[in-house]
T-cell receptor, first 115, second 114 residues
């Protein structure tokens, strides 16, 4: 069972570079999310999607973009990387709807360093 | 808006001692309640969840949590700590009445002292 798969696991970027973090899930979940986790700061929601073609901002969307062309994939794009974007990024997914508990399934994370 | 508080950002226990991690939520209607665990350099995984019915919920690795509506709490316990329990623990909620995003608490880091 693959669940939620994130790539790459590690990446070092120079200031101003761009990159895409990939996320794929094979559980047919309609909702997908991107979080960032900084030391001692818990999880902060960057963007989320309620289905293919629909995305919305979370708490900390600045400097990021997302797209959702299929149910399975939810890539996160970093444009003009800045040191403040050094973090661990987690992709997650769940099913949502009335009567559904909606527990999240997480990927293993992508550790990004911007120098 | 719903919120989740976890008392104590760091908790240390001796191996074999009781583990108690506290979680309180703010909501007039009891939500779905979750505990997630994050081991070092890994993603979060579901430890246990409360949906409805029996208020004492058992999870993986010997953990359990009790939903107390009157106290708006969902504290996590384990009778005897093991070294492998050292991890970050997150309490989370999601409203039952309508779909909304899962709200996470700030997390509690558990250390187990040999």
């Amino acid at each position: 069972n693959a669940g939620v798969t994130q790539t790459p696991k590690f990446r070092i970027l120079k200031i101003g570079q761009s990159m895409t973090l990939q996320c794929a899930q094979d559980m047919n979940h309609n909702y997908m999310y991107w979080y960032r986790q900084d030391p001692g700061m818990g999880l902060k929601l960057i963007y989320y999607s309620v289905g293919a073609g629909i995305t919305d901002k979370g708490e900390v969307p600045n400097g990021y973009n997302v797209s959702r062309s299929t149910t399975e994939d939810f890539p996160l794009r970093l444009e003009l990387a800045a040191p403040s974007q050094t973090s661990v990024y987690f992709c997650a997914s769940n099913s949502a709807g009335t009567g559904v508990t909606g527990e999240l399934f997480f990927g293993e994370g992508s550790r990004l360093t911007v120098l | 808006a719903q919120s989740v508080t976890q008392l104590g950002s760091h908790v240390s226990v001796s191996e074999g001692a009781l583990v108690l991690l506290r979680c309180n939520y703010s909501s007039s209607v009891p939500p779905y309640l979750f505990w997630y665990v994050q081991y070092p350099n890994q993603g979060l995984q579901l430890l246990l969840k409360y949906t409805t019915g029996a208020t004492l919920v058992k999870g993986i690795n010997g953990f359990e949590a009790e939903f107390k509506k009157s106290e708006t709490s969902f504290h996590l316990t384990k009778p005897s700590a093991h070294m492998s329990d050292a991890a970050e623990y997150f309490c989370a909620v999601r409203p039952k009445t309508s779909y909304d995003k899962v709200i996470f608490g700030p997390g509690t880091s558990l250390s187990v002292i040999p």
